[in-house]
């Protein structure tokens, strides 16, 4: 039987009303616009844009500041919201090799055509607390330089050229897409590529961690990380010919990972690819080590039981938007089924006593 | 299979040109811009503008297999004007105005008005993008590192 039991509307629209005020926060401080979230915490809206699996700066600021901050809580709006849009078509995949580079640097070649290019990154920084930012103050303009107009190849390339690192072989075959069908394993690296780049941050990067640690050991250097924009272009069937529909800033990582060899494939380099949405460096460097990481069967290594070799584990919790709905629906109301458990464990113990009264009377 | 852009014509190719620059022009300067060319032109709309996302995808490798990474917002819109040009705006962002104006700057660029569009809209929009994008390849290279080799004195 099931007992349908209502109430609480008055409680949950006053608590609402509360969140409301809450969010606002002390009115004689200067509440918070959307620009500002979006120039000013850029990396967080970039993170909510990538996890949230949808490029608009514009709405997920906006997710930013409904969300108090929360930014699983920012990705879930941004997710509900990207659910209510007509698919207009997909893109032809960008080149990043024609990216507008504000960032580019490889831990494996110091003099590589193009340079190493830092960009504005915290690395290098000291990790202290700049207390001059508690006041305001105007900042004073980045040094410019003249930009060269040579070219930023790839760093993998190079490595390429002497076939000592596996190649990647193009293939236009459509994608399959984990927002339309369910995923399957075995899954194919489109699907794991997809699965990786909307993927919690803090899961692949735990993930990726533990690769390093010796749980599915494949020694990564970073063969080159860059940041910067590329045009989006599609085809759109009225014209026939594609146009750029727009710019999106985008982070790649290639590691080049040693491979001994195997049964398969000669001694060479392999790789780890990662691409994500906006600055997001932190989660493309984890997002490529735990795709090598998951490249043990087609590459014939060795299943070493390391989680990160795990497809089904990984790609079935990378999702925080999953998680967190499954997790946190477990404070909701469960009236029913606990009062179920607590006629069993009662049933169980009046068994119990039964059986030892039965015993004692017995002896 | 349409065309790929290696074989269109140059018109075809100067059309793409505009309709990439319109899909990333600031709103507000395009707007502005438009204003500047009088009331805009008498025109029907043939498809209301709509917000709609586009799968943006990426290659395993950089150079392999395509896959789906993520979802870019886009605003597209069709109209005719009275002389029966079409034209078609496809913008990033989910504004409507600025897929409208999109569209008529397209349809503008295929009549008889089109040198003063692109001397009174398409340029000042090409230099904007141009000074912007100037700016931030000007600053990253100011941070190019220039590496040095210490001799260690040992032989």
Redesign the interface.
């Known amino acids: 039987m099931y007992v349908a039991v209502k109430g609480g509307e008055r409680a949950i629209e006053n608590a609402h009303d509360w969140l409301a005020e809450e969010r606002r926060g002390d009115t004689s401080v200067a509440e918070l616009t959307v620009p500002q979230i979006r120039e000013q915490l850029a990396l967080a809206v970039n993170r909510v844009?990538?996890e949230?699996?949808?490029?608009?700066p514009?709405?997920a600021a906006l997710a930013i500041k409904q969300s108090r901050g929360d930014l699983i809580e920012a990705i879930f709006l941004i997710r509900a919201y990207?659910t209510t849009?007509?698919?207009?078509?997909?893109?032809?995949?960008?080149e990043?090799?024609r990216m507008?580079?504000?960032?580019r640097v490889s831990a494996t070649f110091?003099?590589a055509p193009g340079?190493?290019?830092?960009?504005?990154?915290f690395d290098y920084t000291h990790r202290l607390l700049d207390f001059k930012l508690a006041a305001e103050g105007e900042v004073a303009p980045?040094?410019?330089?003249?930009?060269?107009r040579a070219d930023m190849p790839?760093i993998?390339e190079f490595l390429n050229k002497d076939g000592l690192i596996q190649t990647?072989?193009?293939?236009?075959?459509?994608?399959?897409?984990?927002?339309r069908t369910p995923m399957k394993y075995p899954a194919d690296?489109?699907?794991r590529?997809?699965a990786l780049?909307?993927g919690d941050e803090g899961f692949v990067l735990g993930l990726a961690y533990s690769t390093q640690r010796g749980y599915a050991r494949s020694h990564a250097f970073v063969g080159e990380l860059r940041i910067g924009t590329v045009?989006?272009e599609?085809?759109?069937?009225?014209?026939?010919?594609?146009?750029?529909?727009?710019?999106?800033e985008?982070t790649?990582c290639?590691t080049v990972n040693q491979f001994k060899g195997s049964r398969t494939e000669p001694p060479q380099f392999t790789?780890g690819?990662g691409?994500?949405?906006g600055q997001t460096e932190r989660k493309a460097i984890s997002m490529a080590l735990v795709d090598r990481a998951l490249r043990w069967k087609e590459l014939g290594e060795d299943n070493v039981g390391a989680p990160a070799q795990d497809e089904e584990f990984v790609l079935s919790h990378a999702d925080n938007i999953q998680a967190t709905g499954f997790l946190e629906h477990i404070k909701l109301p469960h009236y029913v089924d606990f009062q179920s458990e607590l006629e069993l464990i009662r049933k169980l113990r009046r068994e119990a006593q039964g059986d030892r009264e039965h015993r004692e009377a017995a002896e | 299979m349409?065309?790929t852009?290696t074989d269109?014509s140059p018109e075809?190719e100067r059309r793409?040109a505009w309709?990439?620059l319109l899909?990333?022009a600031p709103e507000r300067l395009l707007s502005d811009l438009m204003s500047a060319l009088g009331p805009a032109p008498e025109h029907r709309i043939l498809r209301a503008p709509?917000?709609?996302?586009?799968?943006?995808?990426?290659?395993?490798?950089?150079?392999?297999?395509?896959?789906?990474?993520?979802?870019?917002?886009?605003t597209?819109c069709?109209l005719r004007l009275a002389d029966g040009t079409v034209g078609?705006g496809?913008?990033?962002?989910?504004s409507r105005d600025h897929a409208t104006r999109a569209a008529l700057v397209d349809a503008l660029m295929q009549g008889a008005q089109a040198e003063e569009v692109e001397a009174k809209v398409l340029g000042p929009l090409r230099r904007a993008r141009d000074e912007k994008?100037?700016?931030?390849?000007?600053?990253?290279?100011?941070?190019?590192?220039e590496?040095f080799t210490m001799a260690r004195g040992e032989d």
């Open positions: 844009m990538a949230g699996s949808l490029y608009d514009d709405l990207r849009l007509p698919r207009l078509g997909a893109s032809v995949p960008v990043t090799d507008a580079c504000i960032r110091k003099d340079g190493q290019v830092l960009g504005p990154t980045a040094p410019q330089a003249k930009p060269e790839r993998t990647e072989a193009r293939d236009d075959t459509t994608p399959p897409d984990i927002t690296r489109a699907t590529l997809q780049t909307r045009a989006v599609m085809e759109i069937p009225e014209l026939g010919f594609a146009i750029e529909i727009g710019e999106v985008l790649e290639e790789r690819y691409l994500t949405f | 349409p065309m852009t269109l075809t793409r309709m990439s899909a990333t709509e917000v709609g996302g586009v799968m943006v995808r990426g290659r395993a490798g950089g150079t392999g297999a395509a896959f789906n990474m993520g979802e870019m917002t886009v597209r069709a078609h496809y913008v990033q962002g989910r994008r100037e700016a931030r390849a000007a600053r990253a290279a100011a941070t190019k590192v590496f």
